[in-house]
């Protein structure tokens, strides 16, 4: 207690956009150790499995939800839209379990930046969102930057990085599911539904290839699924103390901090064309993040009352 309650006093002082930003940082770094145990459980495990796992100790999340609101946290009217959701995510998250097990880890990272990408393509063709050029171009740019980290033709795709790319795809197409509950739904409401219904949903087909966990590997399991919730958690706070085009800049760390793991634990050295691609993506996504900010500023501003 001693020594965590200075630091406490020291973050309280921070002002609220250095709060913001310092989460973010903690949170990459969460992000990337998770994927890095990800990587070691499935070596030994079926990705599928791991999945499952991270689900079941991840529904230590509602818990504190239940408490709060009791069962009214489940009222909804658009239980098929939830559905869909927790079904999309649970393959994306499988997808991506299965592709880091086979792909280095700097890599899955930098493929998985293509994620806003897809969003916001899937926005403009779904949700009726209009983009003009400037953010056309950053998708098209975007993109460039995928294949500059695949580089189909110079060598043969990985299957890995395939599912990758395939589990942001799946991740934007359950991005747009929530932008649609969100107008209807409470957060928590949506975060308890995908958490309770991802746990049956992985672990159906975890059972075709179940494989019993050794102790060590418990361990691992645990992790993953402690890690990934207390990042979800740090994320969820870090924005509502700052704006999204402050704290975006900083997702970036987790490639770093991937890199680094990935070097440490596994051998895994990231090629020059995976730094520049990956560059190239996160520069696209923050362009989109921030140009729909932008958008969003000037909307408020129009809408406001004007003085007579």
Known sequence: MTIIAPLVDRYERLSVVTRGCLLMVIATLLFAAMHAAIRHATQHLPGVEVAFFRNLFGLVVIVPLLVRFGPRLFYTEKFKLHLLRSLINAVSMVA????????????????????????ALLSA?????VFRWRRWTAIIVGFIGALVILRPGADVIDTGSLLVLFSSLLWAMAMIDIKV???????????AYVTVL??????????FYWQTPSPELWGWLIFI???????????????KLADMTVLMPFDFLKLVWA??????FFAEIPDSLTWIGAGIVFSASFYIVWR?????????????????
């Open 96 to 119: 991506f379990f299965i592709g880091l097990s086979m792909t280095p880890l700097a890599r899955a990272t930098a493929i998985a930046f293509t994620a806003p990408l897809f969003t």
């Open 125 to 129: 063709l779904f949700l009726g969102e």
């Open 181 to 191: 509950l969100a107008r209807s739904e409470s957060s928590a409401t949506i975060t």
């Open 198 to 207: 991802m746990t049956p949903l992985t672990l159906v087909p975890a059972l």
């Open 225 to 239: 699924g402690v890690i990934g919730t207390l990042g979800q958690f740090i994320v969820t706070e870090a924005i």
């Open 259 to 264: 890199a680094f793991l990935g070097m440490l």
């Open 292 to 308: 729909e900010a932008k958008l969003r500023r000037l909307q408020a501003r129009a809408a406001e009352p004007k003085a007579d």
